[in-house]
């Protein structure tokens, strides 16, 4: 997977040149991010980390992803409306996961309430390396999908941009002119203006939920600005806010700060510690709502990996997608190999296996947002503690997907510009709406790569490991 300026990255003079032109571009474009010093301000900000060079992506593996993005949003619409597979699926895992067991919870209590709302809105992100098998030939394979708070969407959009302002300064006009454009801030905005509309009423608004550290508020703000070309107003607020001043009238319309909300996007709740009691209180009252919920809390519980490892056992998605065999097997061709860890024979067999060859594997908590996987040595170590254990049922194994490395300039403020060895995640945007039984969208809405150096075995942008890319395609 060669880009064609190899040579260039050697050339020093050449790269520190196109270094600086290519900080400046990213200012210039907007992919900003507030400073960790000052998280909640935007007077002093900050680019956000990116690579000074594209990528190479395989283009049929591309194209693959974007043809299966459909088929996923189907899957996870199809997921969170089957009570029984989420009910049996997370059983194991509610026992010692104090955080899902939460979240199940509330789905349970809105369920038996019976859901105010008609109207659901998908935003997803399907997130995939490319993988080196015997052959050499890499293959497309699903890393996770994330059905909450998908972030840099509209960042994203800025990217070749900047790109194409590098590859035009080393001299690579023709290449420049091959990045593709990209806007999934655009399409998220317009599934989200879908719901607005099918909640029917004008002077409502558009409320994302945030957290109470921002840093990452410009790649929102991507979002919020498609809504407002739309005349559609949008509130901040965070669950702290909803708690002290969100309420329901008797039909479950949501009231916060006199507003009445129609669509709650949530770009916070994902993690533990997003949660104190008070917030758990706002999230209750938010999926009791009338308020279309992006995502509801049966979508966040689809997106977990212990479903994911769940859907990877013959028949489960055929029976998921009943007369869709066709996208059956499209979703399941990206599937690495998915391990469960719950009780009896296959968990014993499959720990052992783990304990012995940890390089193989990476072993997986209920957790999103990057830095909670384990790998190799200390993988071994948790396996080895917790085999005998329920608490080995909190986790699943996924086999350990090896891309190939790549050389690549990751800038990154404050940091020395130095060459790095590198791999690449592609992530596709999804968006659906649905209402009642009618999907009445169902779309790709553009890509997102991201690439780390490979000491780092696990972490996303947000937690400082990977940066921001575009994809080049060969
Ligand atoms: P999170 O919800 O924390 O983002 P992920 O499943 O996306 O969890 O894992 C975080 C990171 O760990 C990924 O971005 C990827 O770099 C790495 N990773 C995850 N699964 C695998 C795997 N099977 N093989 C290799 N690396 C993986
Ligand atoms: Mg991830």
Redesign the pocket.
């Given at each position: 997977m060669a880009v064609p300026w190899e040579d260039a990255l050697r050339d020093e003079p050449a790269v520190r040149e196109a270094a600086s032109v290519a900080v400046d571009a990213a200012l210039l474009e907007g992919v900003l991010m507030r400073t960790e010093g000052q998280p909640n301000a935007s007077e002093v900000v900050n680019y956000a980390p990116f690579t000074l060079l594209p990528s190479a992506v395989p283009r049929a593996l591309f194209q693959q992803a974007y043809a299966v993005q459909q088929d996923f949003n189907l899957l996870v619409d199809a997921i969170s409306q089957n009570k029984e597979f989420l009910e049996q699926t997370l059983a194991s895992t509610i026992k010692v996961d104090d955080f899902t067991a939460r979240l199940f919870k509330i789905h349970m209590q809105v369920l038996e309430e019976g859901l105010a709302q008609p109207v659901s809105l998908g935003i997803n992100r399907s997130?995939y390396?490319f993988?080196c098998g015997q052959d050499g030939a890499p293959a497309l394979?699903q890393?996770?999908i994330?059905t909450i708070a998908a972030s840099f969407g509209g960042l994203a959009a800025r990217m070749p941009a900047v790109h194409g302002r590098v590859l035009k300064v080393l001299g690579r006009s023709e290449e420049a002119s091959c990045l593709l454009p990209n806007n999934p801030a655009r399409g998220l905005a317009v599934g989200i203006a879908r719901a607005w509309e099918l909640y029917g009423s004008p002077k409502a608004v558009v409320m994302f939920l945030v957290e109470e550290v921002q840093r990452n508020i410009f790649d929102q703000r991507c979002v919020e600005n498609e809504l407002w070309s739309r005349d559609i107003r949008v509130i901040r607020r965070r669950f702290r806010d909803v708690f002290e001043r969100g309420s329901l009238d008797a039909a479950r319309r949501l009231y916060v700060d006199g507003q009445e909300v129609a669509v709650v996007y949530y770009r916070e709740g994902y993690v533990p510690k997003n949660y104190d009691q008070q917030n758990w209180e706002a999230r209750l009252l938010l999926e009791r709502s009338r308020a279309v919920k992006c995502p509801d809390i049966a979508t966040q519980l689809a997106g977990t990996?212990k479903v994911q490892q769940e859907l990877s056992r013959p028949g489960t998605l055929e029976r998921l997608l009943p007369g869709c065999a066709q996208a059956a097997a499209r979703i399941r061709a990206t599937f690495?190999g998915l391990y469960s860890l719950d009780m009896g024979e296959e968990g014993d067999r499959m720990a052992a296996v783990a304990i012995a060859e940890p390089h193989r594997?990476?072993l997986?908590p209920q957790?999103?947002?990057?830095?909670?996987?384990l790998?190799g040595e200390e993988l071994r170590q948790v396996l080895e503690k917790v085999k005998d254990s329920p608490e080995r049922t909190s986790y699943i194994l996924?086999?350990?997907?090896?891309?190939q490395p790549s050389m690549n300039y990751l800038l990154r403020a404050h940091s020395p510009l130095q060459m790095s060895e590198c791999?690449s995640?592609l992530g596709i945007f999804g968006v659906y709406v649905r209402q009642g039984k009618e999907l009445v969208m169902n779309e790709a809405a553009g890509h997102l790569l991201?690439t780390?150096a490979i000491q780092?075995?696990?972490?996303?942008v947000a937690?400082g490991?990977?940066v921001l890319d575009t994809p080049y395609l060969v």
């Open positions: 997130d390396m993988d394979r890393v996770e994330n990996k690495a594997f990476v997986k957790r999103e947002g990057g830095g909670n996987n790998y996924m086999d350990k997907i090896e891309p791999i995640e991201r780390k780092h075995a696990d972490g996303g937690a490991v990977a």
